[in-house]
């Protein structure tokens, strides 16, 4: 079972930045995929961002581009999710996912094996 643990929300004021931290423990060589999800107050979890294991193909919402970035090392288990510019709109419940599928399966599926517990980012106007 992947292990995922994710660090770095928190409350911030507009126009400012946060940078996320997903770790991945356990038998990491499953993963293929990893990514980042959010879930609004009173609305559905949507996608955010993912990145290949091998940090060769990354993906972005159109509502983040431009101001979010997902980024691993190559051999590293640790996913970040660089967030500038932050919007009122951005507050969220954001979690880390990873998939045992291959990239570009897990982007179209939108299937994620394992889960981690999720932070909060809440941004003030």
């Known amino acids: 079972q992947v292990h995922l643990v994710e660090s770095g929300g928190g409350t911030v004021q507009a126009g400012t930045s946060l940078r996320l931290a997903c770790e991945a423990s356990?038998?990491?060589?499953?993963?293929?995929?990893m990514g980042w999800f959010r879930q609004p107050p009173g609305k559905g979890r949507e996608f955010v961002a993912a990145?290949?294991?091998?940090?060769?193909?990354?993906k972005l919402a159109d509502s983040v581009k431009g101001r979010f970035a997902i980024s691993k090392e190559s051999g590293d288990n640790t996913v970040y999710l660089q967030m500038n510019d932050l919007k009122p709109e951005d507050t969220a419940f954001y979690t880390c996912?990873?998939?045992?599928?291959?990239?570009?399966?897990?982007?179209?599926?939108?299937?994620?094996?394992?889960w981690g517990q999720g932070t909060q980012v809440t941004v003030l106007s």
């Open positions: 996912a990873a998939g045992r599928h291959n990239f570009r399966t897990v982007l179209m599926t939108g299937r994620y094996d394992w």
């Open positions: 356990g038998p990491t060589f499953s993963m293929n995929a």
């Open positions: 990145i290949a294991k091998n940090g060769g193909g990354t």
